[in-house]
């Protein structure tokens, strides 16, 4: 298949969707044998108007200097160079806008299925929650309702990062009527696994061999419960259990400003680094936390880069879980309300190697059999080709009736 992939972040820009979005390419290159071209953003002030690449057999084209209608008449010109026989594109509103608000994209892809071009959403978010925002963002959030269902409507298909989301869209009265296909597809880790001396690795970091590494990894976004991690610290202490928190992300100083002094010798703060800096320092840690406002789920790439790394998991159980989490004995999981279960979990894995080895394994396991990069993408061509052929079938049908 010839596969164009829309996408405004890609690396060397650094943020969670362009290493997902290359990975995604890579992979579709590697496993399916696809042509696969990127369409993504130049970089302001850039003379050249087009800038191409090939990166592990990817094209990557940066054409686009705004996403707003004057960028997306280049981009309709650049994708009817290619003739892809699918659009793919990665759906998360606020990438695409200032603000989060860009109604031109969808009416674009609109645009492109009434040319008859297949497009294919892979959502990552709906739009706002304004269970998390307040309430001056109420008008971002209705227009970015508006330019969902819009992308929805160009859609041959939505691959859901999370399974509340999916069984969600599939009960949406809009699509009940359309033939668009709906499917869970969750969001692999972006880390790959580096060989790693682990003991050596925690020397570098001054850690002792009888500390217990608690390990945090992403941004402190507002659904993410930060005193928890700070908590955790010092419950663990309360018992007489040496142990230190590893930060790994950007936003490590302002939970460095929460904590107290005590607290906050204990904290080693990594902030944002490279892929293999983060796979090594992981393998330093002896437990995951990760405390959501919504939940742990199938879209959380660093719950999939600590499963991926062996690393036992200790979440909270929200509104937005995937069941399939909740069930598979992986990880262990609070309610997102309840502090003490989140704690006494955490202290239950601080005082058992052995539980932490066996939960690991598990984790790791699942991991490999659900949610690496193979099996994902792997999933979704094999939902593409499904919908190639149904394509086929039924243009074969009319033209038999237009026969007789």
Same mark, same amino acid.
């Given at each position: 298949m010839r596969i164009v992939i829309l996408c405004p972040d890609y690396p060397p820009k650094r943020s969670g969707l362009a290493d997902h979005t290359r990975h995604l390419a890579e992979h579709l290159r590697r496993h399916g044998r696809n042509d696969v071209l990127v369409l993504t953003t130049r970089e302001a002030g850039e003379r050249t108007a087009v800038l191409e690449e090939e990166r592990e057999g990817v094209i990557v084209r940066r054409v686009i200097a705004r996403w707003g209608w004057r960028g997306l008449m280049t981009l309709a010109r650049e994708i009817a160079r290619a003739a892809p026989d699918w659009i793919l594109v990665p759906y998360v509103p606020h990438a695409y806008g200032r603000g989060g608000v860009n109604l031109a994209l969808p009416l674009a892809l609109v645009r492109e299925q009434l040319k008859g071009r297949r497009v294919l959403l892979l959502v990552h978010e709906l739009y706002a929650d304004l269970s998390l925002f307040p309430l001056r963002h109420l008008i971002a959030a209705l227009v970015q309702r508006a330019m969902f269902w819009l992308a929805v409507i160009a859609a041959r298909g939505?691959?859901?990062?999370?399974? +509340?989301?999916?069984?969600?869209?599939?009960?949406?009265?809009?699509?009940?009527?359309?033939?668009?296909?709906?499917?869970?597809? +969750?969001?692999?880790?972006?880390?790959?696994?580096? +060989?790693?001396?682990?003991?050596?690795?925690?020397?570098?970091?001054?850690?002792?061999?009888?500390?217990?590494?608690?390990?945090?990894?992403?941004?402190?976004?507002?659904?993410?419960?930060?005193?928890?991690?700070?908590?955790?610290?010092?419950?663990?202490?309360?018992?007489?259990?040496?142990?230190?928190?590893?930060?790994?992300?950007?936003?490590?100083?302002?939970?460095?400003?929460?904590?107290?002094?005590?607290?906050?010798?204990?904290?080693?703060a990594l902030g944002y680094a490279d892929a293999a800096t983060v796979s090594r320092s992981l393998q330093a840690g002896d437990i995951f936390l990760l405390p959501l406002d919504d939940g742990v789920s199938t879209r959380r790439s660093s719950l999939m880069a600590a499963l991926s790394h062996g690393l036992p998991v200790v979440g909270t159980s929200g509104r937005l879980s995937d069941e399939s989490l909740k069930r598979s004995g992986a990880l262990l999981l609070a309610p997102a309300d309840d502090l003490e279960a989140f704690l006494r979990h955490v202290l239950i894995l601080a005082e058992d190697a052995g539980q932490r080895h066996e939960l690991a394994e598990r984790g790791r396991a699942l991991y490999h059999e659900r949610y690496s990069w193979p099996v994902v993408v792997e999933r979704l061509l094999s939902v593409l080709r499904d919908l190639e052929e149904g394509r086929r079938a039924r243009a074969q049908e009319a033209d038999v009736a237009r026969r007789s």
């Amino acid at each position: 298949m010839r596969i164009v992939i829309l996408c405004p972040d890609y690396p060397p820009k650094r943020s969670g969707l362009a290493d997902h979005t290359r990975h995604l390419a890579e992979h579709l290159r590697r496993h399916g044998r696809n042509d696969v071209l990127v369409l993504t953003t130049r970089e302001a002030g850039e003379r050249t108007a087009v800038l191409e690449e090939e990166r592990e057999g990817v094209i990557v084209r940066r054409v686009i200097a705004r996403w707003g209608w004057r960028g997306l008449m280049t981009l309709a010109r650049e994708i009817a160079r290619a003739a892809p026989d699918w659009i793919l594109v990665p759906y998360v509103p606020h990438a695409y806008g200032r603000g989060g608000v860009n109604l031109a994209l969808p009416l674009a892809l609109v645009r492109e299925q009434l040319k008859g071009r297949r497009v294919l959403l892979l959502v990552h978010e709906l739009y706002a929650d304004l269970s998390l925002f307040p309430l001056r963002h109420l008008i971002a959030a209705l227009v970015q309702r508006a330019m969902f269902w819009l992308a929805v409507i160009a859609a041959r298909g939505l691959a859901v990062s999370i399974e +509340p989301w999916t069984m969600r869209l599939r009960q949406a009265w809009p699509i009940r009527w359309t033939r668009t296909r709906i499917f869970h597809l +969750p969001s692999p880790s972006n880390i790959e696994l580096v +060989p790693t001396d682990r003991e050596g690795v925690r020397r570098e970091f001054g850690i002792r061999d009888e500390e217990i590494v608690l390990v945090f990894l992403g941004t402190l976004h507002v659904s993410k419960k930060r005193l928890w991690l700070l908590r955790s610290v010092e419950a663990l202490s309360a018992e007489g259990i040496r142990a230190r928190l590893l930060l790994i992300g950007p936003d490590s100083q302002e939970l460095l400003a929460l904590a107290t002094r005590e607290v906050r010798e204990k904290i080693l703060a990594l902030g944002y680094a490279d892929a293999a800096t983060v796979s090594r320092s992981l393998q330093a840690g002896d437990i995951f936390l990760l405390p959501l406002d919504d939940g742990v789920s199938t879209r959380r790439s660093s719950l999939m880069a600590a499963l991926s790394h062996g690393l036992p998991v200790v979440g909270t159980s929200g509104r937005l879980s995937d069941e399939s989490l909740k069930r598979s004995g992986a990880l262990l999981l609070a309610p997102a309300d309840d502090l003490e279960a989140f704690l006494r979990h955490v202290l239950i894995l601080a005082e058992d190697a052995g539980q932490r080895h066996e939960l690991a394994e598990r984790g790791r396991a699942l991991y490999h059999e659900r949610y690496s990069w193979p099996v994902v993408v792997e999933r979704l061509l094999s939902v593409l080709r499904d919908l190639e052929e149904g394509r086929r079938a039924r243009a074969q049908e009319a033209d038999v009736a237009r026969r007789s």
